[in-house]
């Protein structure tokens, strides 16, 4: 079970921390995702993590914006996201898996409730 957490209004231009956390059990052996949906658009891959955070895969959209990493003490996937555009509004799901990567994470299983990004311009 993942929980995102994090979101909130923001102004363009400014910054926010996503919290993707696990309950039950660890999941420092899988790989993780952040994923996005604004409304009427397909859900979108953003970025994804390594066990080992060794292995780091961005959408374009993001690069240089967005940044992943894991604490594997708190059990813990954040999405430090700065610089943050109007378009950036989405509901933010993180999802994990021990076999897929990058996109493909988000291809089986169940979603979260996300959490909401606004980006006021």
């Known amino acids: 079970q993942l929980e995102e957490s994090g979101g909130g209004l923001v102004q363009a231009g400014g910054s926010l921390r996503l919290s993707c956390a696990a309950s039950?059990?660890?999941?420092?052996?899988?790989?993780v995702g952040w994923f996005r949906q604004a409304p009427g658009k397909e859900r979108e891959f953003l970025a994804a993590?390594?066990?080992?955070?060794?292995?780091?895969e961005y959408a374009d959209s993001v690069k240089g914006r967005f940044t992943i990493s894991r604490d594997s003490a708190k059990n813990t996937v954040y999405l430090q996201m700065n610089s943050l555009k109007p378009e950036d509004t989405a509901v933010y799901y993180c999802?994990?898996?021990?076999?897929?990567?990058?996109?493909?994470?988000?291809?089986?299983?169940?979603w979260g409730q996300g959490t909401q990004v606004t980006v006021s311009s």
């Open positions: 993590i390594s066990p080992n955070s060794g292995r780091l």
């Open positions: 039950g059990r660890p999941f420092s052996f899988y790989n």
């Open positions: 999802k994990a898996s021990s076999v897929r990567f990058g996109a493909s994470i988000g291809d089986f299983g169940s």
